[in-house]
């Protein structure tokens, strides 16, 4: 497996960065809905701590995915697709993009209004990006929920595209993703 894109196919770095990526925000996702009815205590206070420096990670991952597709070459998209589907997979590629920047920074900013910093993983404390301010959490929290609910549909609509490709026009778009393909 190449360790570059090629015009056929993602390249392994290309893959791992989608799928971690993947695994990481529906955990985070998983444990934000989780933590919402949890009481406060020892246990949902760990599974924030844990929440944050995921998202952190997330958005590390994204920075370094950003830099690594602007310097590869992406696959080719079929021929067959009309200038509409094209331009519904770059949007919602971007989107997609968007959110795993806006998702960590309005947790992070949601975290800095609410006066806690953002530990990651206990190895160090990243810098408030702003000042107390209740107003200011409150509408981080609502944003940070609605973000994560248009996360939720843009991924359904990413995973339902794939397999209609898959599926429907039997080309490889979906296939030059997966993990174990050579």
């Known amino acids: 497996m190449s360790i570059k894109n090629t015009q056929h196919s993602?390249?392994?770095?290309a893959k791992t960065f989608h799928w971690l990526i993947f695994l990481i925000i529906a955990g985070l996702l998983t444990a934000g809905f989780i933590m919402t009815d949890m009481?406060?205590?020892?246990?949902?206070f760990k599974?924030?701590?844990l929440h944050k420096s995921f998202g952190i990670t997330v958005l590390t991952?994204?920075?370094?995915?950003?830099?690594w597709k602007s310097a590869?070459?992406?696959?080719?998209?079929p021929a067959m697709l009309n200038v509409w589907e094209k331009y519904?997979?770059?949007?919602?590629?971007a989107l997609l993009y968007v959110?795993?920047?806006?998702?960590?920074?309005?947790?992070?900013?949601?975290?800095?209004a609410s006066g806690f910093p953002v530990s990651v993983f206990g190895l160090f404390t990243l810098p408030n990006l702003v000042a107390p301010d209740k107003e200011l959490k409150h509408n981080m929290v609502e944003l940070h929920s609605i973000l994560a609910w248009v996360l939720i549909v843009m991924v359904s609509l990413h995973v339902l595209a794939a397999l209609l490709h898959h599926y429907y026009y039997?080309?490889?778009?979906?296939?030059?993703?997966?993990?174990?393909?050579?």
């Open 170 to 182: 039997k080309n490889d778009v979906l296939r030059r993703m997966l993990p174990w393909k050579t």
């Open 72 to 77: 590869n070459t992406a696959p080719v998209l």
């Open 10 to 13: 993602y390249g392994v770095v």
């Open 47 to 49: 599974i924030i701590g």
């Open 61 to 67: 991952l994204a920075v370094l995915r950003l830099l």
């Open 39 to 44: 009481a406060n205590g020892p246990d949902k």
């Open 99 to 112: 959110l795993m920047f806006a998702m960590p920074l309005s947790g992070w900013i949601m975290s800095s």
């Open 88 to 93: 519904a997979a770059h949007a919602g590629h």
